[in-house]
């Protein structure tokens, strides 16, 4: 299956809940809580996967990162970023090494 697939099904049922009733929907009891509770949980999910990555087995790594996706996904949902315009802005980065990046930067 392509991968992007179940991204977009995600965004689309993340768009969905987001107004949900919040004692029957995840989405919708992070969303009632409000930006800054979301903000948090992606911080919360980075530094889980980062433990993982330093502690974890792969198991636990993947499960992890698994997290940080979707709730970086509530984040985009909850501030109206499309998943498409993250992608595009990887696309525009794509061949363009990262050292050169730097290196163009002026400071
Ligand atoms: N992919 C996910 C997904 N990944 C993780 N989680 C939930 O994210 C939560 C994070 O767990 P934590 O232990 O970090 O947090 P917590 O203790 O529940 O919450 P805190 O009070 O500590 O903040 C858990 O409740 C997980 O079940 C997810 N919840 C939902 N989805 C997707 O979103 C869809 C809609 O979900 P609902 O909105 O719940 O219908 C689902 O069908 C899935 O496709």
Excluded: C, W
């Excluded at 919360?44 to 974890?56: F, M, R, S």
């Excluded at 501030?79 to 090494?97: N, Q």
């Amino acid at each position: 299956m392509e991968h992007g697939e179940i991204l977009a099904r995600l965004e689309a049922t993340i768009a969905q809940r987001r107004q949900g009733d919040p004692s029957a929907s995840y989405v919708a009891k992070l969303n009632a809580k409000g930006i800054a509770k979301i903000a948090q949980k992606v911080g919360e999910e980075g530094t889980e996967t980062v433990i993982a990555a330093l502690a974890g087995d792969r198991k636990e790594l993947v499960g992890e990162a698994a997290d940080l996706i979707f709730h970086l996904m509530v984040l985009l949902s909850a501030k109206d970023v499309p998943l498409a315009e993250v992608l595009a802005e990887l696309e525009r980065r794509e061949g363009t090494s990262g050292i050169a990046e730097k290196a163009s930067r002026s400071n």
